[in-house]
């Protein structure tokens, strides 16, 4: 059974850090698409940072990039996401999510859309 958890979620000051982790099982991460995304209270779940399917670069929604860093340890078989200078605008529920049944190219990794397996999500608020 393909499966993700998330955790690493709290409460930070702005400025501060964190780092979110999403342990998958029934699945290996190195072989799929997998993506971090998050939803604030009456918005719409936005994609933040992905691994695409195919070779090549991670992908970033340009709200946080030069601040959070996607990567993973295909031993532990788990995504991360390392998040810097956090400001009050990041405050949302963070989801990870991958697709095992279809390639999700890079071109679409941030696409909600794509994906049919979802965590169940961690909270991050950043407040002073």
């Known amino acids: 059974q393909v499966q993700l958890v998330e955790s690493g979620g709290g409460l930070v000051q702005p400025g501060g850090s964190l780092t979110l982790s999403c342990t998958a099982s029934g699945f290996a991460i190195d072989e799929y698409a997998i993506g971090w995304f998050r939803q604030a209270p009456g918005k719409e779940r936005e994609g933040v940072a992905c691994?695409?399917?195919?070779?090549?670069?991670?992908v970033y929604a340009d709200s946080v990039k030069g601040r959070f860093t996607i990567s993973r340890d295909n031993v532990q078989n788990t995504v991360y996401l390392q998040m810097n200078n956090l400001k009050p605008e990041d405050t949302a529920n963070y989801s990870c999510a991958t697709s095992t049944r279809w390639p999700i190219p890079a071109s679409e990794c941030l696409n909600t859309a794509g994906y049919p397996t979802w965590g169940q999500g961690t909270q991050v608020t950043v407040s002073s």
């Open positions: 691994i695409p399917s195919f070779v090549g670069a991670m």
